[in-house]
């Protein structure tokens, strides 16, 4: 069974960053797709960043150049430094385990079979 827990989220002024961390309990953690996740009242989950076994990254267009996915297998964390955050960046965010797919691993949430609890990301303008 796989366990996730996120933290690091927080309230923050435009312009901001911060870093977002979610430790996993898991066996063979290294052989995971690791993604995080964000969601919006009333709008639906959407993929932010996704890093594979070998730290092959994928962004969503929104972020890209902004937000930055990397893992530590050792430790069995992955981590998200969100800079230059936006007001549009307000969410709760998730950390997702899923298995890689052909496609590699992608920001689409049907491939991610484990997720956390979520942590809250606040941007004032």
């Known amino acids: 069974q796989v366990q996730l827990v996120e933290s690091g989220g927080a309230s923050v002024q435009t312009g901001g960053s911060l870093r977002l961390s979610c430790q996993a309990s898991?066996?063979?953690?290294?052989?995971?797709?690791m993604g995080w996740f964000r969601q919006a009242p009333g709008r639906e989950r959407e993929g932010v960043a996704s890093t594979d076994q070998i730290s092959a990254r994928s962004y969503a267009q929104s972020v890209e150049g902004r937000f930055t996915i990397s893992r530590d297998n050792a430790r069995k964390k992955v981590y998200l430094q969100m800079n230059y955050l936006q007001p549009e960046d307000t969410a709760k965010y998730y950390c997702?385990?899923?298995?890689?797919?052909?496609?590699?691993?992608?920001?689409?949430?049907?491939?991610?079979?484990?997720w956390g609890q979520g942590t809250q990301v606040t941007v004032s303008s």
């Open positions: 898991v066996n063979m953690f290294s052989i995971y797709c």
């Open positions: 997702a385990a899923g298995r890689k797919t052909p496609r590699g691993c992608t920001l689409e949430t049907s491939n991610y079979n484990y």
